[in-house]
């Protein structure tokens, strides 16, 4: 039984450890997740405004009309940087930093996402790298592609920092040129933030939710494991009750035989049996041998030969011999049983006619055995036998047990009394018993001063 318990034990260790595992690297894996989604939007990002760069960068730039919100870009030095048309409009040419700058300051920034372009060495000093800049920008230098970092913001907010290098190509030359370039150099770098904020809370959404779900499973397995501990501890109480009786039943056998084998005469082998069972009920102790000294008196006073006489006493020595297949807690509890209880008590005439039938007597003994608790009305046990059905030795004994049983101690209740039993034999006179018996038993007490030993 403690293997049992062990394994169950053992099982719900294990499954614990394999969902918190499993949980464990499903949480990990979540928490990859804002940042991966982070590092795409920043490539995207960078992609797009390389290629819109690239095409103003195809043309030096593009000429627009200014206005008060974009005005002419002071750090442009360019000759061309302002013209008029023939018909005498204004137009001022839009570097690619310049367009870079504003997008960035007018389109972005509101849902978190932004970028910057910075260098090392500036032309417009607002284009100034931070701090974390500075040191992606040395690295490009050194061959580094990309940079990333995550930073924390004083409101608390994680910023998913990421950036690439931008490197001087031909048509970058025209404006750049007298900076000392040659094309394959680090110009600067593209920076962009993205706010880790939303996507975190999504993350923190979607961790809660299969944590439920694991906790769920979890309980469900281990709901499991204590069904089926319940179950087989079960089964092995039965299998220990069933080798128990066994057992049991299989030293009584042995006991018997050897006593029978011992024993020539058959009232002594009757008292051999008898003993046995009166040594695992000692509440019973000495309850058969009244009972056949009584019956066998009751028979005598009917007028029945010696010889039936005899055989009614040896009936009485064993009518309770079947309860030696009632458990020992049954047989020896204290106070009242339970329905189960007594139905197993009830099975004891038809287990001590199963012992007796066999041998061989010149009495029905095991039938008399079998019908002890049969009643005139066909009220008793077991098969409910009414009237001359029931044989008279069964009908002697029947009346002689009431009276010893109810005069005794029994484990649920003092004796009641010779007087109390002798009103119920009288009170159940050719209802639960046959009269001429109730008759002969209580000329036996009243008259000839019978007294149980
Ligand atoms: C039409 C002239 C022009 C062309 C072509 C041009 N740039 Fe610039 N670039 C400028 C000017 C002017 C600035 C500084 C003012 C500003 O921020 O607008 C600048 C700024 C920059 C900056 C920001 C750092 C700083 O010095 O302020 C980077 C980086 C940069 N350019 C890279 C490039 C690259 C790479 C190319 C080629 C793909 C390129 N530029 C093509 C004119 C140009
Ligand atoms: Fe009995």
Not at 430 to 451: N, S
Request: charged fraction near 25%.
């Amino acid at each position: 039984m403690n293997s049992i318990k062990n394994n169950s034990l053992l099982l719900s260790l294990l499954w614990t450890i394999l969902l918190s595992g499993l949980l464990f690297l499903n949480i990990q894996e979540l928490q990859r997740n804002p940042i991966q989604h982070a590092e795409l939007q920043a490539k995207s990002l960078i992609k797009s405004v390389i290629s819109f760069r690239a095409w103003a960068s195809n043309f030096g730039g593009v000429y627009v009309h200014p206005s008060n919100q974009y005005p002419p870009n002071p750090y442009l030095k360019t000759q061309e940087r302002d013209v008029i048309t023939t018909d005498g409009k204004k137009l001022t040419l839009i570097n690619p930093a310049y367009m870079t700058r504003q997008v960035f300051q007018d389109f972005y920034g509101k849902d978190g996402i932004n970028g910057h372009l910075t260098s090392l060495k500036l032309l417009n000093p607002n284009n100034r790298p931070d701090a974390w800049e500075h040191k992606s920008l040395l690295a490009f230098e050194k061959g580094s592609k990309q940079e990333t970092t995550i930073e924390t913001t004083s409101s608390g907010d994680r910023i998913f920092r990421y950036m690439q290098p931008l490197y001087i190509e031909e048509k970058c030359l025209k404006c750049h040129g007298n900076q000392n370039y040659k094309v394959g150099d680090v110009r600067g770098g593209i920076s962009t933030f993205i706010n880790l904020k939303k996507s975190e809370a999504i993350t923190l959404k979607s961790i809660r939710s299969i944590v439920w779900t694991y906790a769920l499973v979890w309980l469900i397995g281990l709901a499991g494991i204590l069904i089926s501990y319940r179950r087989s501890i079960l089964l092995e109480i039965e299998r220990d009750q069933r080798i128990n009786l066994l057992s049991v039943s299989q030293n009584l056998a042995q006991e018997f035989i050897s006593e029978m084998s011992e024993t020539s005469n058959l009232e002594q082998s009757l008292q051999a049996i008898s003993t046995m069972l009166e040594k695992r009920d000692p509440y019973t102790a000495g309850h058969q041998q009244r009972v056949a000294d009584l019956a066998e008196k009751i028979a005598l006073e009917l007028g029945l030969s010696k010889e039936q006489a005899h055989g009614i006493r040896l009936a009485g020595i064993v009518h309770d011999i079947g309860k030696i297949q009632t458990p020992a807690e049954v047989l020896t509890k204290p106070g009242k049983l339970t329905d189960i209880e007594f139905s197993l008590i009830k099975l004891h005439p038809q287990t001590g006619y199963d012992i007796l039938k066999n041998i061989k007597f010149p009495w029905p003994i095991a039938e008399a055995v079998l019908q002890h608790h049969e009643r005139l009305d066909g009220s008793g046990y077991p098969q409910g036998l009414k009237g001359k059905k029931i044989i008279l030795e069964a009908r002697i004994i029947s009346v002689a047990d009431v009276v010893e049983a109810m005069s005794s101690h029994r484990p649920y209740r003092a004796g009641l009394g010779l007087e109390a039993a002798l009103e119920e034999i009288t009170s159940k006179r050719g209802i639960h018993f046959d009269p001429d018996v109730v008759d002969a038993c209580l000329r036996l007490f009243k008259e000839h001063g019978y007294k149980f030993d």
